[in-house]
């Protein structure tokens, strides 16, 4: 019996594998690079001192009397919470699109689809009510996640 080997088959197959391997090798490093660049993302000493003293000022915001206050903090808590993950280089065009990928990262972070949701209701629906508890809970759940993530 006769193997009749085509080198030209097999050379094609070798040099396609290499560059199979060396592919996946780049892919991996890029990966590894990723996510060292997102871990190591902080937030400087001014840009967190300016995030707390808008928080403060969200806050005091939503203790004045009436809905509109409270519809306008929470309006405003969602606009921090999508600046500080911008902060963070997050990547996406929306705070949703950066809070799923934030959610690699902090799982924690599903919690405020919540808050996201009513802050969308107010954006969306001009006869939209937001009883004083749910603002509240909203404005907790947006304040947890700027902590989570070092922001204030």
Do not use: C
């Not at 097999?10 to 996946?24: D, E, M, S, Y």
């Not at 190591?40 to 001014?46: I, N, V």
């Not at 808008?54 to 009397?65: D, N």
Request: net charge positive; glycine share 4%.
């Amino acid at each position: 019996m006769t193997v009749t080997i085509d080198i030209a088959a097999a050379a094609k197959i070798i040099v396609a594998a290499l560059f199979a391997g060396a592919l996946l090798a780049v892919l991996l490093l890029l990966v590894g690079q990723v996510r060292s660049f997102i871990n190591s993302r902080r937030f400087d000493l001014s840009s967190r001192s300016s995030m707390k003293r808008r928080w403060h000022e969200i806050i005091e915001l939503a203790r004045q009397p009436g809905e509109v206050s409270l519809k306008l903090a929470v309006m405003e808590a969602d606009k921090l919470l999508d600046q500080a993950l911008k902060t963070l280089a997050m990547p996406g065009n929306t705070l949703g699109e950066r809070l799923k990928f934030a959610a690699y990262k902090y799982p924690q972070l599903q919690r405020v689809w919540f808050a996201h949701r009513i802050r969308n209701q107010l954006a969306h629906e001009a006869s939209y009510h937001l009883d004083r508890p749910l603002g509240i809970k909203a404005l907790k759940v947006y304040r947890d996640a700027l902590r989570l993530i070092g922001a204030v």
